[in-house]
Nanobody, 114 residues
C-alpha cells in the first residue's frame, strides 16, 4: 500500500505561480511519479511525469510553463507551475504505479482567477 499526500494548491491570479508537493510512503526512488489534473466537467489528464532516472515529459498545454522534479531523500515529487492560466484550474492529483497497482493522492485544488 502506498500513500500519496499532496499539498500546495490554492487560489492564484493569472500569470502567477504555485508549487505543488506530493510525499509518498514506502520505497520511492525506483519508481516513476506523475501529476494529473481534472478540470470542471473534464476528464482527468496527464500533466507531467518523471522517471526514476529523472527523465520528464509534459502535456503540450503546459510545456515551457510547468516543471516536474523529485527529491528522493524526501520521498517527494514537485510540480512547479508558472505563468498560470484560468484553464489550468483543476484538482491536481499525484500518481504512481507499482506493478499492477495504481495509487492516487487525495488531490489539491488549484484555482486561477482574478
Amino acid at each position: 500500500q502506498v500513500q500519496l499526500v499532496e499539498s500546495g494548491g490554492g487560489l492564484v491570479q493569472p500569470g502567477g505561480s504555485l508549487r505543488l508537493s506530493c510525499t509518498a510512503s514506502g520505497i520511492f526512488s525506483i519508481y516513476s511519479m506523475s501529476w494529473y489534473r481534472q478540470g470542471p466537467g473534464k476528464q482527468r489528464e496527464l500533466v507531467a511525469a518523471i522517471t526514476n532516472g529523472g527523465s520528464t515529459n509534459y502535456a503540450d498545454s503546459v510545456k515551457g510553463r510547468f516543471a516536474i522534479s523529485r527529491d528522493n531523500a524526501k520521498n517527494t515529487v514537485y510540480l512547479q507551475m508558472n505563468s498560470l492560466k484560468p484553464e489550468d484550474t483543476a484538482v491536481y492529483y499525484c500518481n504512481t504505479t507499482r506493478g499492477p497497482y495504481t495509487y492516487w493522492g487525495q488531490g489539491t485544488q488549484v484555482t486561477v482567477s482574478s
